[in-house]
């Protein structure tokens, strides 16, 4: 029998379930696999313009679940790439950040001003969100030419881009050099289901991260290290990670069918993806749920 494929996504969940061998006492055969391939991350996410989380599920991932944004996972779903889990989400804390000499201290500052986000990406979505608050959309200025999260990281230290959109680890690194986090854009997170896993191996992948979520939640200073694990070797020796907090959090609550079709929604308002390209974002053909 092939084992379960778990691609992590920049979270302490799987780290901690793997640590306290919680995979192994629900009996799950399983492997560990990066979506990116090998090799340092830093290179890995410094990919061409427009090319983000929905273009990986798109192409197809070598793994039977890992986690986008629920923006992106729901699009995917409706347009026939993968499955969303509906058993459950996360929240991941997210913001928008400067370097500390920037004269942008409000978020009405970053009226036109190129913000780096990964394109059909939590940050593409969760910036407009935060942003659209206190300007219009034709004043919210993105720039998808800087990669995915570590790239955008990389390019925020060097000084190459004026403000980027960073979540979990980068979010809390970036506080730890005293950037300035203009504006808040937590997000949700949702998981997404490639081929036919067993439904018994999502139970008992979801049974371990419960478990984990748990331990995390009563001692997130135990587990921080883990961040490690999935950063660019150039930033390793800098990360104080004592100092940073738990991250994305699992809620063990279902992603509805009003939810589904309200961010359905709001994202065709917004004109994110061109016209017939959403899939007819119906939510019974795009979850997979377990719940009895």
Not at 250 to 277: C, L, M, N, Q
Request: proline share 6%.
């Amino acid at each position: 029998m092939s084992k379960f494929v778990i691609s992590p996504h920049f979270r302490l969940q799987e780290w901690v379930a793997e640590e306290k061998g919680y995979f192994k006492t629900e009996g799950l055969e399983y492997e560990f696999r990066d979506n990116y391939g090998p090799g340092d991350v830093g290179k890995k996410h410094a990919t061409p313009n427009k090319i983000g989380a929905y273009q990986s599920i798109e192409q197809g991932r070598a793994c039977d679940v890992s986690g986008a944004c629920h923006w992106t996972v729901n699009v995917a779903a409706s347009t026939g790439h993968g499955k969303l889990y509906a058993d459950a989400y996360s929240v991941a804390p997210c913001g928008v950040f400067v370097p500390p000499e920037s004269d942008i201290k409000h978020p009405s500052d970053l009226k036109g001003v190129p913000i780096s986000v990964g394109y059909q990406s939590g940050s593409h979505y969760s910036t407009i969100q935060g942003l659209e608050q206190y300007m219009s959309l034709d004043d919210i200025k993105l720039s998808f030419a800087d990669g995915l999260l570590f790239s955008r990281l990389e390019r925020l230290i060097d000084r190459k881009v004026p403000a980027a959109s960073l979540f979990s680890g980068p979010y809390y690194f970036l506080e730890q050099l005293g950037f300035r986090k203009v504006i808040d854009t937590t997000f949700m997170m949702a998981t997404s289901i490639s081929g036919n896993p067993e439904p018994e191996d999502l139970r008992k992948y979801f049974r371990a991260l419960r478990r984990a979520q748990r331990d995390i939640d009563l001692r997130p200073e135990l587990y921080t290290h883990y961040y490690k694990n999935e950063f660019p070797a150039r930033f390793l020796d800098q990360m104080d990670v004592r100092r940073w907090g738990p991250g994305e959090r699992i809620v063990f609550e279902p992603y509805t069918k009003e939810v589904f079709e309200e961010s359905f929604r709001w994202i065709a308002e917004r004109k994110i993806f061109s016209e017939g390209d959403m899939g007819p974002g119906k939510y019974e053909d795009s979850v997979i749920s377990l719940a009895a």
